[in-house]
């Protein structure tokens, strides 16, 4: 796969979809490769790092055989984006029974909070070779980042 690290997010959740686009907008260095958790590729790339089956919902992080999920994901990749969002590293300072709860806690609402999507994203050609399935052409270009 990808050598760059991978954020296999929700593909239909629209505050997972957000948040990509947040990522990619910060990640001036284009560091990060995108796919949804739902799609082949996705399904792939867990396996490669034979990750288990009962990922939490949400944002999942794979660089090589390192799987890092729910807060640990997040906190990872804002420390990569450079200063200011880095400074969510200090964040590791709280349990991270505490951290995940919070985490577990919006990934439980987001659905209801931000609604979700009928299909997965599809990049736009703009962005489309940050994501690992990027060569399959758009279906509807207005729905993605």
Request: proline share 6%.
């Amino acid at each position: 796969m990808a050598a760059n690290p991978i954020i296999l997010f929700d593909g239909v959740c629209n505050l997972c979809i957000a948040t990509v686009h947040w990522i990619i907008a910060r990640d001036r260095a284009a560091t990060f490769r995108f796919a949804p958790l739902q799609s082949a590729v996705g399904r792939q790339v867990l396996a490669a790092a034979h990750a288990h089956a009962n990922l939490p919902d949400g944002i999942v992080l794979i660089e090589g055989s390192r799987v890092l999920t729910r807060s640990d994901a997040a906190i990872d990749i804002a420390r990569r984006l450079g200063f200011p969002w880095s400074l969510a590293a200090t964040a590791r300072l709280l349990p991270r029974s505490a951290r995940d709860g919070l985490y577990a806690w919006v990934a439980a609402h987001r659905h209801r909070w931000f609604g979700k999507q009928s299909a997965c994203l599809v990049p736009t050609s703009k962005v489309r070779s940050r994501f690992l399935d990027g060569h399959e052409p758009p279906e509807d270009e207005s729905r993605a980042p």
